[in-house]
């Protein structure tokens, strides 16, 4: 069974920056692990993947040049640097992990564990 916790979400200016944190426990390294996030009235959405073996990262195209996903093996820790944010990226994040493949991994039901999700407020 994998556990995942995030953290470092917040409120910011527009042009700010923030670094989400997703900590893993269990058998997370076998997974892909990936961002997603979910506005008001929203579908949740992907924001970026990395596969744990090899380290391929996606990104969305709405994020892509402005946020990086990394991955540590010290910690078994996923980041979501994000830089440039803007009003649109207000939302909740969530950290996930699950046996998404290429064709997969951008949608939310490739993936069976998920974070309790924390919420970045971005202000114009």
């Known amino acids: 069974q994998v556990q995942l916790v995030e953290s470092g979400g917040g409120s910011v200016q527009a042009g700010g920056s923030l670094r989400l944190s997703c900590s893993a426990s269990?058998?997370?390294?076998?997974?892909?692990a990936g961002w997603f996030r979910q506005g008001p009235g929203t579908e949740r959405e992907f924001v970026a993947s990395i596969r744990w073996n090899g380290g391929n990262t996606a990104y969305a195209d709405s994020v892509k040049g402005r946020f990086t996903i990394s991955k540590d093996w010290a910690t078994n820790s996923v980041y979501l640097q994000m830089n440039s944010l803007k009003p649109d990226d207000t939302a909740v994040y969530y950290c996930?992990?699950?046996?998404?493949?290429?064709?997969?991994?951008?949608?939310?039901?490739?993936?069976?564990?998920w974070g309790q999700g924390t919420q970045v407020t971005v202000s114009s």
């Open positions: 269990g058998p997370f390294r076998q997974y892909t």
């Open positions: 996930a992990a699950g046996r998404a493949i290429e064709s997969t991994k951008r949608r939310p039901d490739a993936y069976n564990y």
